[in-house]
C-alpha cells in the first residue's frame, strides 16, 4: 500500500486515506472490503500472521450509507420526457420505463428475444461494454418480463424503421458499427436522455446523476405507492430480495 509493508499500515492511516477519496460512502466501504479480503487471503496462504494484529482493515470504521438522494420519476414528468424524444432513442426510453429492466439488459436484447405472440420479452443476455457480453447473473434476473400492447407498438415501429430488424440483429443496434453491436448507453445517456429529462423540466444540478435507471427506480416507487402488492413488484424487477425493492427503489 503505497511504500509501506503489509504489517506497518495502521488502521487509522487506512480511515484518513479514505476520508481524503471523494467517492460516495458506499464506495469507499466497497474499496475497505476488498483491502480486508487481500489481507484475509494473505493470512490464508501464510504470507502474514494469522491474528488480528495483521490485518488493520478489522479496526477500520467506514459507513456503507450513501447520500445520495436519486430523482425518483413520477408518470407525468417521464410522459414528458417522452414526448423530447424519437425513434430508437424514444423506443429504448419507453422499454426500460414500462419493463424495469436495466440499460444492460436492454442493450442485450435482439429482436429473436422479443415475443410478440407471447406479449412478452425473454432476457438471455446484458451487454456490459463494447466487447462483452455476459449472461444474466441469477435466475431471477432471466425472468422474462411483459410487453404491453404500447410498448410492443413502438418496438414495432422501431423494427420497421431500422435496417437491423432481423430475428438476430440487436435491437438497439449501432450504425456506426453496422449492426454489429449495440450502441454506447452511457453516450445515449448524454447526448439524449439528459437534454430530454431537461428540456421536460428535470432540475439537474451541475455534474448530478441521472441515466435509464432513474426510470426503474421510478417504476418501482409508483407502483408501490399505488398499493401494488410488493412481492409483485419484487417479480417484476426481478429482485431475488424483497428488501432490495423496498429498501433501495421504492421511494414513498
Known amino acids: 500500500w503505497g511504500k509501506s509493508a503489509a504489517l506497518d499500515i495502521e488502521p487509522l492511516e487506512i480511515e484518513g486515506w479514505l476520508s481524503s477519496l471523494s467517492r460516495s460512502n458506499p464506495t469507499k466501504d466497497k474499496i475497505r472490503r476488498i483491502m480486508s479480503i487481500v489481507y484475509t487471503r494473505a493470512q490464508k496462504y501464510g504470507i502474514v500472521p494469522r491474528s488480528d494484529s495483521s490485518n488493520p482493515v478489522k479496526w477500520i470504521e467506514q459507513s456503507a450509507k450513501s447520500n445520495y438522494k436519486p430523482i425518483v420519476l413520477d408518470p407525468a414528468t417521464a410522459a414528458k420526457i417522452f414526448e423530447q424524444l424519437s425513434g430508437f432513442e424514444l423506443a ?23 415475443d410478440y405472440q407471447n406479449k412478452q420479452i425473454n432476457l438471455r443476455r446484458v451487454w456490459v461494454s463494447d466487447t462483452v457480453v455476459e449472461k444474466m447473473k441469477t435466475e431471477d434476473s432471466e425472468a422474462p418480463v411483459p410487453l404491453t400492447d ?23 443496434a449501432s450504425a456506426q458499427k453496422k449492426g454489429k453491436a449495440p450502441r454506447s448507453s452511457s453516450v445515449l445517456t448524454w447526448d439524449h436522455l439528459r437534454p430530454a429529462a431537461i428540456a421536460a423540466g428535470v432540475k439537474l444540478k451541475k455534474g448530478q446523476r441521472f441515466g435509464f435507471h432513474n426510470f426503474r427506480r421510478g417504476l418501482a416507487s409508483w407502483l408501490v405507492n399505488q398499493g401494488t402488492d410488493v412481492k409483485t413488484v419484487q417479480g417484476l424487477l426481478r429482485h431475488a430480495n424483497v428488501s432490495t425493492t423496498l429498501g433501495l427503489y421504492a421511494h414513498r
Open 92 to 114: 429504448l426510453t419507453i422499454l426500460v420505463a414500462a419493463t424495469g429492466i436495466r440499460i444492460s439488459e436492454a442493450m442485450g436484447l435482439k429482436w429473436e428475444d422479443i
Open 150 to 172: 404500447l410498448l410492443a407498438q413502438h418496438l414495432r415501429d422501431w423494427q420497421r424503421e431500422t435496417v437491423y430488424g432481423r430475428p438476430g440483429d440487436w435491437v438497439f
